[in-house]
Protein backbone atom coordinates (compact mmCIF):
# COMPACT_ATOMS: atom_id res chain seq x y z
CA UNK A 1 0.00 0.00 0.00
CA UNK A 2 2.64 2.01 0.97
CA UNK A 3 4.70 1.90 -2.36
CA UNK A 4 1.09 2.20 -4.58
CA UNK A 5 0.96 5.87 -2.68
CA UNK A 6 4.49 6.79 -3.29
CA UNK A 7 3.90 5.61 -7.11
CA UNK A 8 1.10 7.21 -7.30
CA UNK A 9 2.11 10.75 -5.70
CA UNK A 10 5.84 10.17 -7.89
CA UNK A 11 3.42 9.87 -10.84
CA UNK A 12 1.33 12.60 -9.77
CA UNK A 13 4.16 15.33 -9.27
CA UNK A 14 5.64 14.01 -12.65
CA UNK A 15 2.34 15.18 -14.42
CA UNK A 16 1.41 18.24 -12.59
CA UNK A 17 4.07 20.30 -13.94
CA UNK A 18 3.60 19.63 -17.48
CA UNK A 19 -0.10 20.90 -16.57
CA UNK A 20 0.94 24.20 -14.93
CA UNK A 21 3.39 25.35 -17.20
CA UNK A 22 0.76 24.67 -20.33
CA UNK A 23 0.62 27.64 -22.36
CA UNK A 24 -1.36 28.43 -25.63
CA UNK A 25 -0.74 26.66 -28.80
CA UNK A 26 1.87 28.27 -30.59
CA UNK A 27 2.01 29.15 -34.70
CA UNK A 28 5.01 28.25 -36.23
CA UNK A 29 5.64 31.50 -39.32
CA UNK A 30 8.27 30.57 -41.96
CA UNK A 31 9.63 32.82 -44.63
CA UNK A 32 11.28 30.85 -47.34
CA UNK A 33 13.51 31.99 -50.65
CA UNK A 34 13.56 29.73 -53.54
CA UNK A 35 16.97 28.40 -54.32
CA UNK A 36 18.25 26.51 -57.45
CA UNK A 37 19.95 24.12 -55.19
CA UNK A 38 23.09 24.58 -57.06
CA UNK A 39 26.22 23.79 -54.71
CA UNK A 40 23.71 23.14 -51.64
CA UNK A 41 23.77 19.77 -50.05
CA UNK A 42 20.44 17.68 -49.28
CA UNK A 43 20.60 19.13 -46.32
CA UNK A 44 20.06 22.59 -46.94
CA UNK A 45 17.42 22.35 -49.73
CA UNK A 46 13.94 21.15 -49.08
CA UNK A 47 11.16 20.96 -51.71
CA UNK A 48 7.86 22.59 -51.62
CA UNK A 49 4.47 22.32 -53.64
CA UNK A 50 3.10 25.97 -54.02
CA UNK A 51 -0.38 27.06 -55.24
CA UNK A 52 -2.66 27.60 -57.19
CA UNK A 53 -0.97 24.40 -59.20
CA UNK A 54 1.00 22.68 -56.86
CA UNK A 55 4.47 24.20 -58.79
CA UNK A 56 7.37 22.25 -57.05
CA UNK A 57 10.38 24.49 -55.83
CA UNK A 58 13.12 23.85 -54.29
CA UNK A 59 13.61 26.51 -50.99
CA UNK A 60 16.24 26.87 -48.70
CA UNK A 61 15.85 24.47 -45.79
CA UNK A 62 16.86 27.07 -43.09
CA UNK A 63 13.92 30.05 -43.10
CA UNK A 64 14.76 33.74 -44.05
CA UNK A 65 12.54 35.02 -41.10
CA UNK A 66 10.62 33.26 -38.57
CA UNK A 67 7.76 34.18 -35.84
CA UNK A 68 10.19 35.29 -33.47
CA UNK A 69 11.74 38.25 -35.57
CA UNK A 70 7.54 39.47 -35.53
CA UNK A 71 6.32 42.70 -33.56
CA UNK A 72 3.30 43.49 -35.11
CA UNK A 73 0.11 41.45 -37.30
CA UNK A 74 -2.62 43.62 -38.64
CA UNK A 75 -5.70 42.51 -40.49
CA UNK A 76 -7.21 45.65 -42.68
CA UNK A 77 -10.85 46.02 -43.80
CA UNK A 78 -10.42 44.48 -47.10
CA UNK A 79 -8.41 41.62 -45.42
CA UNK A 80 -5.29 42.27 -46.16
CA UNK A 81 -2.88 41.16 -43.49
CA UNK A 82 0.62 43.26 -42.57
CA UNK A 83 3.27 41.37 -40.73
CA UNK A 84 5.80 43.50 -39.20
CA UNK A 85 9.20 42.34 -38.70
CA UNK A 86 11.91 43.50 -35.83
CA UNK A 87 15.31 45.02 -37.10
CA UNK A 88 17.00 41.35 -37.64
CA UNK A 89 13.67 40.38 -39.65
CA UNK A 90 13.55 43.84 -41.39
CA UNK A 91 17.37 43.27 -42.40
CA UNK A 92 16.97 39.74 -43.62
CA UNK A 93 13.47 40.60 -45.80
CA UNK A 94 15.61 43.33 -47.08
CA UNK A 95 18.24 41.50 -48.03
CA UNK A 96 16.45 38.35 -49.46
CA UNK A 97 14.47 40.58 -51.41
CA UNK A 98 17.14 42.43 -52.61
CA UNK A 99 19.07 39.39 -53.44
CA UNK A 100 16.49 37.21 -55.13
CA UNK A 101 14.64 38.88 -57.41
CA UNK A 102 12.49 36.68 -60.09
CA UNK A 103 12.57 34.00 -57.26
CA UNK A 104 9.88 33.04 -55.45
CA UNK A 105 9.43 33.99 -51.60
CA UNK A 106 7.13 31.35 -49.66
CA UNK A 107 5.38 32.34 -46.51
CA UNK A 108 4.01 29.42 -44.72
CA UNK A 109 2.19 29.22 -41.12
CA UNK A 110 1.77 25.97 -39.43
CA UNK A 111 3.23 24.35 -42.64
CA UNK A 112 0.79 25.41 -45.20
CA UNK A 113 2.28 27.85 -48.13
CA UNK A 114 -0.48 31.25 -47.44
CA UNK A 115 1.35 33.24 -49.64
CA UNK A 116 3.75 32.67 -52.51
CA UNK A 117 4.89 35.27 -54.86
CA UNK A 118 7.71 36.30 -57.32
CA UNK A 119 9.92 38.50 -55.89
CA UNK A 120 9.87 41.84 -58.16
CA UNK A 121 10.90 44.22 -55.69
CA UNK A 122 13.67 45.23 -52.39
CA UNK A 123 10.91 45.30 -49.11
CA UNK A 124 13.10 47.31 -46.98
CA UNK A 125 10.04 48.49 -44.67
CA UNK A 126 10.42 45.26 -42.61
CA UNK A 127 6.55 44.58 -43.50
CA UNK A 128 5.40 41.55 -45.62
CA UNK A 129 2.15 41.79 -47.00
CA UNK A 130 -0.38 39.19 -47.53
CA UNK A 131 -3.08 40.28 -49.65
CA UNK A 132 -5.61 38.00 -48.66
CA UNK A 133 -6.98 36.89 -45.05
CA UNK A 134 -6.30 34.05 -42.87
CA UNK A 135 -7.59 31.99 -40.24
CA UNK A 136 -8.85 34.52 -37.36
CA UNK A 137 -7.52 31.96 -35.17
CA UNK A 138 -4.29 31.17 -36.64
CA UNK A 139 -4.49 35.56 -36.95
CA UNK A 140 -5.17 35.48 -33.22
CA UNK A 141 -1.94 33.13 -32.19
CA UNK A 142 0.24 35.83 -34.66
CA UNK A 143 -0.69 38.64 -32.76
CA UNK A 144 -0.04 36.42 -29.44
CA UNK A 145 3.67 35.55 -30.56
CA UNK A 146 4.32 39.20 -31.79
CA UNK A 147 2.97 40.99 -28.39
CA UNK A 148 5.21 38.41 -26.34
CA UNK A 149 8.33 39.29 -28.71
CA UNK A 150 7.43 43.17 -28.11
CA UNK A 151 7.46 42.37 -24.10
CA UNK A 152 10.23 39.79 -24.50
CA UNK A 153 12.65 42.26 -26.34
CA UNK A 154 11.46 45.02 -23.55
CA UNK A 155 13.28 42.83 -20.85
CA UNK A 156 16.69 42.78 -22.31
Request: glycine share 6%.
Amino acid sequence: MRWTCLLMGFLLLTFLPAQAGHSAPKVVLRVHVQTTGEGQSPMEVTTISVPPNGEQIQVRTLPEITEHELVDVRQDASGAVHLLFNHVGQVNLSAVTAQNQGRILVVLIDGYVVYAPVIDEQITSGELDLPHPINPQVLQLLQEVARQNVRQAAKT
